[in-house]
């Protein structure tokens, strides 16, 4: 089955970290680029960032809002992304969704995760 | 950054209406556009590409329009299956950005 499984959230105080992982199956996660999507509770959708595949040599974008804190990854032997969040703050609160792109560089994303609860609070 | 628009906000309309949700981008993204689908509770589901590329399984009442600024998502016939939140979505450029999405609901 063609699906992505994210794990890793959970509740930590501000200033904490936090590493969600993404599980790929049913497709050849190394071809594609992959994001990680956010949602604040009941707030509309945020890009958080994206890494790139391989035959772009992996490279990442971030949005302002995470840059400098965030660090996405990815280990294609083990079909997995990964988000290592430091320096959490109380705004980084949201369900986090990792996504797929769907081809080539200008992609939208055409698989989603369940998404996975990250709360950061005191 | 690119920022997206869309109107309006919420809607309500009945089973059958035909119903346009617009977005406007604050510069021209070509045709890299998206529109997603969200049920309450679940994961967002990609309905068209490329502004209006019909994503494979997506029911051929959805469409999509539009290039530039301007985009416009269209069910022709609403089902009471399609009450949803519905988010378009630049990617031309880094930031990628979303618009502040559309609820549907149903009358």
């Known amino acids: 089955e063609v699906q992505l499984v994210e794990s890793g959230g959970g509740l930590v105080q501000p200033g904490g970290s936090l590493r969600l992982s993404c599980a790929a199956s049913?497709?050849?996660?190394?071809?594609?680029?992959m994001d990680w999507v956010r949602q604040a509770p009941g707030k509309g959708l945020e890009w958080v960032g994206r890494?790139?595949?391989?035959?772009?040599?992996?490279?990442?974008e971030y949005a302002a809002s995470v840059k400098g804190r965030f660090t996405i990854s990815r280990d294609d032997s083990k079909n997995s992304l990964y988000l290592q969040m430091n320096s959490l703050k109380t705004e980084d609160t949201a369900v986090y969704y990792c996504?797929?792109?769907?081809?080539?560089?200008?992609?939208?994303?055409?698989?989603w995760g369940q998404g996975t609860m990250v709360t950061v609070s005191s | 950054d690119i920022q997206m628009t869309q109107s309006p906000s919420t809607l309500s309309a009945s089973v059958g209406d035909r119903v346009t949700i617009t977005c406007r981008a604050s510069?021209?993204?070509?045709?890299?556009l998206a529109w997603y689908q969200q049920k309450p509770g679940k994961s967002p589901k990609l309905l068209i590409y490329?502004?209006?590329s019909l994503e494979s399984g997506v029911p051929s009442r959805f469409s999509g329009s539009g290039s530039g600024t301007e985009f416009t998502l269209t069910i022709s016939s609403l089902q009471p299956n399609d009450l949803a939140t519905y988010y378009c979505?630049?990617?031309?450029?880094?930031?990628?950005?979303f618009g502040g999405g559309t609820k549907v609901e149903i009358k």
């Open positions: 996504a797929r792109g769907r081809e080539g560089s200008y992609s939208s994303f055409d698989l």
């Open positions: 049913g497709f050849t996660f190394s071809d594609h680029y």
């Open positions: 890494t790139r595949n391989k035959a772009n040599s992996y490279t990442t």
């Open positions: 510069q021209s993204i070509s045709s890299w």
């Open positions: 490329k502004a209006s």
């Open positions: 979505q630049q990617y031309n450029s880094y930031p990628l950005t």
